[in-house]
């Protein structure tokens, strides 16, 4: 099975910056393509970000492209979602996910726990 964990949440003022951190157990077919996820309080899931084995191939949600980045090392089984100018609408529980593709609206089949990211103003 695959275990994802996400890591570097916290407490932030708008305009601030974080990276979040998600280590996988291990490579296999379902781990090719991984994702963010976040989750605000009243509302549904919704993509963030996602990117296949290679880092060739990148998808954003139009709310956090051109702030958010997300990339992976792989010698780590670590991806990661830089997070800068951040607002108050940022403000979610953020979740790791794979499956054997990459994009916003195919199948993942493992979660990570989350992790919270808030932002005042």
């Known amino acids: 099975q695959v275990q994802l964990v996400e890591s570097g949440g916290g407490l932030v003022q708008a305009g601030g910056s974080l990276r979040l951190s998600c280590a996988t157990s291990r490579r296999t077919f379902n781990t090719n393509g991984m994702g963010w996820f976040r989750q605000a309080p009243g509302k549904e899931r919704s993509f963030v970000a996602a990117i296949n084995w290679s880092g060739g191939n990148t998808y954003y949600a139009d709310s956090v492209k051109g702030r958010f980045t997300i990339s992976r090392d792989n010698a780590k089984n670590t991806v990661y979602l830089q997070m800068n100018s951040l607002k108050p609408e940022d403000t979610a529980v953020y979740y790791c996910?794979?499956?054997?593709?990459?994009?916003?609206?195919?199948?993942?089949?493992?979660w990570g726990q989350g992790t919270q990211v808030t932002v005042s103003s």
């Open positions: 996910a794979a499956g054997p593709r990459a994009g916003s609206l195919v199948e993942y089949n493992y």
